[in-house]
């Protein structure tokens, strides 16, 4: 959410702003609203001091004269056109917040400007593609032919998008989450969580899922939703909140399933796992001072890199453009994974600082100091990374010409097994 004093302030700025990250927003009418509600601010103050004056007339007053009877009359209509100006004042303030809640987040000054993913700027590779002496099968080929991911049955089941790991699959799954958990928590300090998979409405507001994107997301009958990502949870276990800033940095890691309503054709990503409705992630959010919150930025890429690296999985990191960033980040770099079969990188991570966006919607704030002036907290977040993801990625890097997957050496205790092949 924005402020809207400087919203409204620093409206021509806004405007370019927008225009540099494709926004269709009216602008006009949040100008208009706000200028309105200043005037109906303005009237209600004044009233309410005319009010108090009558008021302090009367006591001195016989209550009898005829003077008392015609103040008494007008101090009635005084009251009847202050809760009326009241209301409306309310009424435009909803509007209000209504209309900002679907603004998105102002990005950084140093965020490359462009319409989309063609302006995004490499700013670091890491690993050399591996050089296959044969032609490289796709994930889901692999997979069905190991017997560790069951397509068919998936839809059979629950539809298109949904798919089940079996045995070797659902073991390699499960390493990945630990192995990804205890990397960032014993070697890089976040507190692990274990977050509910259903938040409420608040929740999924707090971190700008809602009201926006209500149309991408899965909702119960009892108006709770199914989490996109544990983001919305973790971030919003200080929603409402007053921290101390000696707490600060806050870092948590999370594992979650992620349920995501996605409509349209994507492709090859019909097929296989890179676009569920259902899939796993292990979450990395952060709580910190607002001076901090790039220096915290940078330090989330490289926990993230971290599990690349550890998996020796080649990647390449990039800054995103106006026109390719999330609704409510200032700032995001993706971390794209090589795929052998697709011969190009895909995202395996999306690491974003949201500056005090997310904490203005969700109440978050703290103070330097006992008694200081409550401020908001800048919050971060960052995919450690997408399980599926990571997943496909080891299956295609790590393929063998026989159709065997070699297991990388980090997550060789996790899976007690140095290989996977056919049975």
């Avoid at 050399?128 to 796709?138: G, H, I, N, T």
């Avoid at 998979?197 to 971190?207: D, E, F, H, I, Q």
């Avoid at 079969?341 to 690491?351: H, K, T």
């Amino acid at each position: 959410m924005h402020d809207l004093k400087n919203f409204v302030e620093n409206l021509q700025l806004v405007r370019a702003k927008m225009n540099e990250r494709n926004a269709k927003v009216d602008l006009d009418g949040i100008e208009g609203l706000a200028l309105r509600r200043r005037e109906l601010l303005n009237s209600f103050d004044k009233m309410r001091f005319e009010q108090r004056q009558a008021g302090e007339q009367m006591k001195r007053m016989d209550k009898s004269s005829p003077e008392a009877v015609a103040l008494r009359e007008q101090l009635r209509e005084a009251s009847d056109q202050l809760k009326a100006t009241e209301s409306e004042r309310n009424a435009v303030e909803a509007e209000l917040q209504e209309r900002l809640a679907y603004i998105p987040n102002l990005h950084q000054d140093d965020v490359p400007v462009g319409p989309d993913e063609s302006a995004n700027v490499e700013v670091e590779r890491w690993g050399e593609p591996r050089q296959f002496d044969f032609e490289p099968k796709a994930h889901w080929d692999l997979g069905e032919a190991l017997q560790i991911l069951d397509f068919d049955r998936g839809a059979k089941v629950s539809g298109a998008r949904f798919t089940f790991l079996k045995g070797m699959g659902a073991r390699l799954e499960r390493a990945l989450i630990n192995f990804m958990v205890d990397l960032h928590a014993n070697e890089h300090g976040y507190e692990e969580l274990w977050p509910p998979a259903l938040v409420n409405r608040a929740s999924m507001t707090g971190t700008g899922q809602l009201p926006k994107f209500v149309a991408d997301m899965f909702k119960t009958d009892n108006e709770l939703f199914l989490v996109p990502t544990a983001e919305v949870p973790v971030t919003n276990y200080h929603r409402e909140e007053m921290l101390e800033g000696a707490q600060l940095p806050i870092k948590y890691v999370a594992y979650s399933p992620c349920f995501r309503l996605e409509a349209g054709s994507y492709g090859q990503d019909t097929r296989g796992l890179i676009r569920q409705h259902q899939f796993d992630k292990v979450e990395l959010v952060k709580f910190c001072h607002p001076e901090q919150s790039e220096a915290e930025h940078q330090a989330l890429v490289r926990d993230a890199g971290a599990v690349l690296r550890r998996l020796g999985l080649p990647y390449r990191t990039m800054l995103l453009s106006s026109g390719d960033m999330g609704f409510s980040a200032s700032k995001c770099y993706d971390l794209e994974v090589w795929l052998p079969a697709q011969g190009r990188y895909r995202e395996i991570s999306s690491c974003s600082n949201f500056g005090d966006f997310q904490a203005r919607r969700a109440s978050i704030r703290f103070r330097r100091e006992p008694g200081a002036k409550p401020e908001f907290v800048h919050t971060l977040n960052g995919s450690g990374l997408a399980i599926g993801r990571c997943l496909v990625a080891i299956l295609e890097n790590y393929q063998e010409a026989d159709g065997s997957i070699r297991i990388p050496e980090a997550l060789q205790p996790y899976m007690r097994c140095e290989r996977i092949a056919a049975s």
